[in-house]
């Protein structure tokens, strides 16, 4: 009797993952967000500049937290989950996100470690209340830098100090997070939302929300191929939290409730692939300035081989084809060539 109940409550769980993963249901027309939408900290945005930072490569750290990804990569079947190799398509892809939906305030840190830094815009992000700062927040800023990406990876977006790190070079992930980050700055009390992140369940709302900003991102601007890569990524991640959700709810299924939760988000992420028509790819707003003042200077090539990339595409932009202004950044990939990072038909 007892193994029936288990049985059903794994085929209960794969079900749910497959039918409450968001994207699922009836589509709505995506929305970009707009600055004055947002709760923002005035001193925050100030301090950021530049939006994006890259860590200097470490071959020898980076290539232990590949290891350590090693069930990342297994769980979502793709190698490139916190790979520490992220290429310039994916940081393009996500400065182009934060420049449509305005989110300016916004850091992104590819493959970096600042503790010392994270710390001062903890203390300057005004948005959040200082109760919730100088607890959930330091708490936060304790386990960044006791456990940091840079080595244990998990792509993450932080509230308390309104920053995304990325660790895995997959576009769709970035966007993932990047829709936590125009989330949170649309609350207005993004403290509370981000101190009821910790209870049983209430992540499935966090999670789906990202989710849906990303798919429906990639719906209306992304090509068929980069909206294919991301129902296949993050339709098996939402799998995860709802896995994590029923273990919490029903003691003794933990693992099993993730794995069957799991399974269900690969079936219906690629489900859901197979039946997106092939098209192209446009800009989400047509009066860009650029994304060259988003992106820092570079001056480590993230490795040899993105850096012979960078010099054969010099001077052509991402969103008009004209060339960058002199200094102004690295090269982003053309559009075309960002269609062509997608997932191959092996790997999700």
């Known amino acids: 009797m007892r193994r029936l109940t288990t049985t059903t409550v794994l ?86 996100y934060l420049a449509a939906n305005e989110l300016s305030g916004v850091k992104v840190r590819v493959n970096q ?28 800023w304790l386990g960044y830098t006791i456990f940091p990406g840079r080595i244990w990876g998990g792509d993450n977006y932080n509230p308390y100090t309104n920053t995304l790190s990325l660790f895995s070079d997959v576009p769709a992930v970035a966007l993932h997070e990047g829709g936590h980050a125009k989330d949170f700055s649309r609350r207005t009390y993004p403290g509370t939302y981000a101190a009821i992140y910790a209870l049983p369940v209430v992540p499935l709302w966090h999670e789906g929300v990202a989710t849906r900003d990303a798919l429906g991102y990639l719906r209306e601007f992304g090509s068929a191929e980069e909206e294919r890569e991301a129902y296949t990524l993050l339709y098996p991640a939402y799998g995860t939290y709802v896995g994590g959700a029923v273990g919490d709810v029903i003691p003794g299924v933990g693992l099993a409730a993730y794995c069957a939760a799991v399974a269900g988000g690969h079936v219906a992420g690629r489900v859901k692939a197979s039946r997106i028509e092939p098209r192209e790819r446009m800009s989400p707003r047509s009066d860009w300035t650029g994304l060259s003042t988003m992106l820092p200077p570079r001056t480590v090539p993230p490795d040899a081989e993105y850096a012979a990339q960078e010099s054969a595409r010099a001077g052509r932009s991402l969103l008009n084809e004209e060339p960058f202004s002199e200094g102004a950044g690295p090269t982003p990939f053309p559009a075309e060539e960002l269609q062509a990072s997608g997932p191959t038909a092996a790997a999700p």
């Open 11 to 96: 085929l209960v769980t794969a079900w749910s993952a497959m039918c409450a993963a968001p994207g699922c249901s009836r589509q709505r027309p995506y929305s970009l967000g707009a600055a004055s939408q947002y709760h923002t900290s005035p001193k925050l945005v100030a301090m950021t500049t530049p939006q994006i930072e890259r860590g200097k490569p470490r071959p020898v750290l980076d290539s232990v937290g590949w290891v350590i990804g090693i069930p990342g990569k297994i769980v979502l079947w793709d190698r490139r989950i916190d790979n520490h190799r992220v290429s310039p398509a994916t940081e393009t892809a996500v400065a182009e």
């Open 113 to 140: 470690y600042a503790p010392m830094e994270e710390w001062r815009r903890l203390r300057a992000n005004q948005s959040v209340g200082w109760g919730w700062r100088y607890t959930f927040g330091t708490f936060s």
